[in-house]
T-cell receptor
Framework: EADIYQTPRYLVIGTGKKITLECSQTMGHDKMYWYQQDPGMELHLIHY???????EKGDLSSESTVSRIRTEHFPLTLESARPSHTSQYLC?????????????FGPGTRLTVT | AQRVTQPEKLLSVFKGAPVELKCNYSYSGSPELFWYVQYSRQRLQLLLRHISRESIKGFTADLNKGETSFHLKKPFAQEEDSAMYYCALRTGANNLFFGTGTRLTVIP
């Protein structure tokens, strides 16, 4: 079934650890996104990708990095987690067709850094 | 720079009453606006887009360029409408810029 997956759903980790949040989609979409959302706040776009080997920074500056080696996979990495990284991270994908494509969202990863 | 303002973080209405969720925007380009919704324990999903001029689940939204608004309306609220609603603006890179959201509660 076509879907967008995020793992883990919840992660509690200590300061200084390296973490990777996984995002995969079987929608056949080229464009993918990462959003960060603090409780009660906006979704902020932190990274996006037009396709393989394409990565762009979003509206909100982030210490995280992303990679796009395969079309279906768009992992986000934090080299050294800090409490300020505690947030919800949402992955999304869309078709880059003409007009404004609908974005499909994953279930999110709630990250807590202690 | 773009801006999307949803002035109400929380909105409660009684079942059967009209509901209006406010959204105002600021954007130098030609605006394209959307409403996304997140029901309890579900993912964020598209509700409607202004360019389609459609009614989804009884909701409509009209883009008012003079007032720079894109308010979401429904004449008779239902309990299943209780959710978090986000207004979003398309940016030049064909990305979305979201507001802070409004949590709608429909009281039975």
């Amino acid at each position: 079934e076509a879907d967008i997956y995020q793992t883990p759903r919840y992660l509690v980790i200590g300061t200084g650890k390296k973490i990777t949040l996984e995002c995969s989609q079987t929608m056949g979409h080229d464009k993918m996104y990462w959003y960060q959302q603090d409780p009660g706040m906006e979704l902020h776009l932190i990274h996006y990708s037009y396709g393989v080997n394409s990565t762009e920074k979003g509206d909100l500056s982030s210490e995280s990095t992303v990679s796009r080696i395969r079309t279906e996979h768009f992992p986000l990495t934090l080299e050294s987690a800090r409490p300020s990284h505690t947030s919800q991270y949402l992955c999304a994908s869309s078709e880059p067709s003409s007009g404004t494509p609908e974005q499909y969202f994953g279930p999110g990863t709630r990250l807590t850094v202690t | 720079a773009q801006r999307v303002t949803q002035p109400e973080k929380l909105l409660s209405v009684f079942k059967g009453a009209p509901v209006e969720l406010k959204c105002n925007y600021s954007y130098s380009g030609s605006p394209e606006l959307f409403w996304y919704v997140q029901y309890s324990r579900q993912r964020l999903q598209l509700l409607l887009r202004h360019i389609s001029r459609e009614s989804i689940k009884g909701f409509t939204a009209d883009l008012n360029k003079g007032e720079t608004s894109f308010h979401l309306k429904k004449p008779f609220a239902q309990e299943e409408d209780s959710a978090m609603y986000y207004c979003a603006l398309r940016t030049g890179a064909n990305n979305l810029f979201f507001g802070t959201g409004t949590r709608l509660t429909v009281i039975p």
